[in-house]
T-cell receptor, first 112, second 115 residues
Framework: QQQVKQSPQSLIVQKGGISIINCAYENTAFDYFPWYQQFPGKGPALLIAIRPDVSEKKEGRFTISFNKSAKQFSLHIMDSQPGDSATYFCAAYTGANSKLTFGKGITLSVRP | EAGVTQFPSHSVIEKGQTVTLRCDPISGHDNLYWYRRVMGKEIKFLLHFVKESKQDESGMPNNRFLAERTGGTYSTLKVQPAELEDSGVYFC?????????????FGPGTRLTVL
């Protein structure tokens, strides 16, 4: 049973467009929701994260929107650039057991 | 500051052989995690060390997997004997939680192929 579901499975966006990746979770005990970015040959790197007490967090071109009642959160990449082409993982975490629960990941391709 | 390092980057072995993966966490990080990503699936938690003690090993698939963390520094993950379904990318992560957050820093992974 997958606890964090990510969609779409892949995404192709034109340069300058908006990339949107969605995630849904089931466990209401999760209290921290990070997004990780992974380039080929590298490990996942923390991109941006949010806690459920806020509905939105923005860092540069990256924004997380969080809907606690729907148990959903999404990553928006504004003005997408070819350098944003990577695999993106949403994840959820509870301080009770410290382990990250990941979505399946999505491959984003930004075309020049 | 050096990040999390893993060795080897790739390993190809025959079914039934033994493989040992190594992880060196960021210096000073007490928490060390092992995760695995089987192709096309999500990254899954295997286990969690706090210093040299196993805090949570609920994600270990079976008793063919043995993880150790000597002296609370580097960690090894041994698979013996390896099976075809063990193929995947094994990630190590480390963290040093503070009052606010517990950011886990990942290594580049070891890609294991069992033939």
């Amino acid at each position: 049973q997958q606890q964090v579901k990510q969609s779409p499975q892949s995404l192709i966006v034109q340069k300058g467009g908006i990339s949107i990746i969605n995630c849904a979770y089931e466990n209401t005990a999760f209290d921290y929701f990070p997004w990780y970015q992974q380039f080929p040959g590298k490990g996942p790197a923390l991109l941006i994260a949010i806690r459920p007490d806020v509905s939105e967090k923005k860092e540069g071109r990256f924004t997380i929107s969080f809907n606690k009642s729907a148990k959903q959160f999404s990553l928006h990449i504004m003005d997408s650039q070819p350098g944003d082409s990577a695999t993106y993982f949403c994840a959820a975490y509870t301080g009770a057991n410290s382990k990250l629960t990941f979505g399946k990941g999505i491959t984003l391709s930004v075309r020049p | 500051e050096a990040g999390v390092t893993q060795f080897p980057s790739h390993s190809v072995i025959e079914k039934g052989q033994t493989v040992t993966l190594r992880c060196d966490p960021i210096s000073g990080h007490d928490n060390l995690y092992w995760y695995r990503r089987v192709m096309g699936k999500e990254i899954k938690f295997l286990l969690h060390f706090v210093k040299e003690s196993k805090q949570d090993e609920s994600g270990m698939p079976n008793n063919r997997f043995l993880a150790e963390r000597t002296g609370g520094t580097y960690s090894t993950l041994k698979v013996q004997p390896a099976e075809l379904e063990d193929s995947g990318v094994y990630f190590c992560a480390s963290s040093q939680p503070d009052r606010i957050t517990d950011t886990q820093y990942f290594g580049p992974g070891t890609r294991l192929t069992v033939l």
